[in-house]
């Protein structure tokens, strides 16, 4: 679970009720473009797994990071870290506040501000350069009944009260 506020990724249990962190300080990172274990995120917001490698979409920094799961090793994966609009290689591109992350298991898309998408060509990190989807696109993938959200909340809120 990307846990926003607390600039933390939150791996969840209910079936033993337990949270524990696995990367974020709790801290919110002061810059952007760092990398090793043990680093403050800034605002991550979604992620997305593909086989060891956990892509993260970052906001605060208008990047995506990614987590090599074997090492727990974290680096930016795709963004220059300038809040912009501009197609480039993916560490150059630049992008607004990344704040859903997608794959198809060939290729990442990332959702930022409303209206904002970008494609991965693909997830081979040498090949990849960021572009523009220029199809409309609507949030509908972020709406989540109510009721079910109210529900995963109180169970997280439990969880987390069980393990202080």
Same mark, same amino acid.
């Given at each position: 679970? &990307?846990?926003?506020?607390? !600039? ?5 249990? /209910?079936? @033993? ?5 696995? #990367? $974020? ?31 993260? &979409?970052?906001?605060?920094? !208008? ?5 090599? /799961?074997? @090492? ?5 994966? #795709? $963004? ?52 523009? #989807? ?31």
């Amino acid at each position: 679970m &990307a846990d926003t506020e607390n !600039h933390a990724i939150r791996i969840i249990d /209910l079936s @033993t009720r337990t949270v524990k962190t696995l #990367a $974020g300080t709790g801290k919110q990172a002061q810059r952007h473009n760092i990398e090793g274990k043990n680093v403050d995120l800034n605002s991550p917001w979604d992620l997305v797994l593909k086989d060891d490698l956990l892509y993260i &979409a970052m906001a605060g920094p !208008h990047q995506v990071w990614v987590m090599h /799961l074997e @090492t727990a090793a974290l680096e930016p994966y #795709a $963004g220059s870290g300038r809040e912009d609009i501009i197609d480039a290689p993916r560490l150059q591109a630049a992008m607004a506040q990344p704040s859903g992350i997608s794959t198809d298991g060939t290729k990442l898309k990332m959702f930022g501000k409303p209206g904002r998408r970008w494609t991965g060509s693909t997830l081979d990190a040498e090949a990849m350069g960021l572009k523009r #989807a220029h199809e409309p696109t609507d949030a509908h993938w972020m709406r989540v009944p109510l009721e079910a959200l109210k529900r995963a909340l109180s169970s997280v809120e439990h969880a987390t009260r069980s393990i202080e």
